[in-house]
T-cell receptor, first 114, second 115 residues
């Protein structure tokens, strides 16, 4: 069975500082990996995804993520955080073999200090 | 990017009544849609996979008679919460598998409050 772990429940970062959110997954084959962002009371917006190829993936809003097979990780990064980046971030893993069902991590809440 | 729309965004219903939530893929056809439930400050819990033209596949522990799912067309799936109770109050989110089969897009979510 596939699983996703986001070790950090909360992260507080100053505006303009860099941000890295950790994600570790467990899956037997190469999974499809996703990062979503959720603002309070709203749905999820896709930031980026990885299926194959280049392990460094660029997404929207200046985010990028790097797939590291040896570490079973897919960490999300942003060089300079804006106040509007305050939200909940979810890492998810899916696979065709699993019927494309997504398994979500517990989420990381990002707070941005002025 | 692709758009998935949910309606209503929020609904309040009386205990014992049924309420329907719609999920539409606006600019693509979705043979597969998913329904999630999210409790406050928690992650998303998959309830069921909705396949166009066939019965939904429910996750373990989800009551299929209580949460009726219908996927009658390639752009619409509905979730009906039957005989709703206050403990059914939650944020329900749908998602749709893109026609390319490799991306899942989410709706805006629907807040259900049962009083």
């Amino acid at each position: 069975a596939q699983s996703v772990t986001q070790p950090d429940i909360h992260i507080t970062v100053s505006e303009g500082a860099s941000l890295e959110l950790r994600c570790n997954y467990s899956y037997g084959a190469t999974p499809y990996l996703f990062w979503y962002v959720q603002s309070p009371g709203q749905g999820l917006q896709l930031l980026l995804k990885y299926f194959s190829g280049d392990t460094l993936v660029q997404g929207i809003k200046g985010f990028e993520a790097e797939f590291k097979r040896s570490q079973s990780s897919f960490n999300l990064r942003k060089p300079s955080v804006h106040w509007s980046d305050a939200a909940e971030y979810f890492c998810a893993v899916g696979a065709i073999a699993a019927g494309n069902k997504l398994t979500f991590g517990g989420g990381t809440r990002v707070l941005v200090k002025p | 990017g692709a758009v998935v729309s949910q309606h209503p965004s929020w609904v309040i219903c009386k205990s014992g009544t049924s309420v329907k939530i719609e999920c539409r893929s606006l600019d693509f056809q979705a043979t597969t849609m998913f329904w999630y439930r999210q409790f406050p400050k928690q992650s998303l819990m998959l309830m069921a996979t909705s396949n166009e033209g066939s019965k939904a596949t429910y996750e373990q522990g989800v009551e299929k008679d209580k949460f009726l799912i219908n996927h009658a067309s390639l752009t619409l799936s509905t979730l009906t919460v039957t005989s709703a109770h206050p403990e059914d109050s939650s944020f329900y989110i749908c998602s749709a598998l893109s026609d390319s089969g490799n991306t899942i897009y989410f709706g805006e979510g629907s807040w259900l409050t049962v009083v």
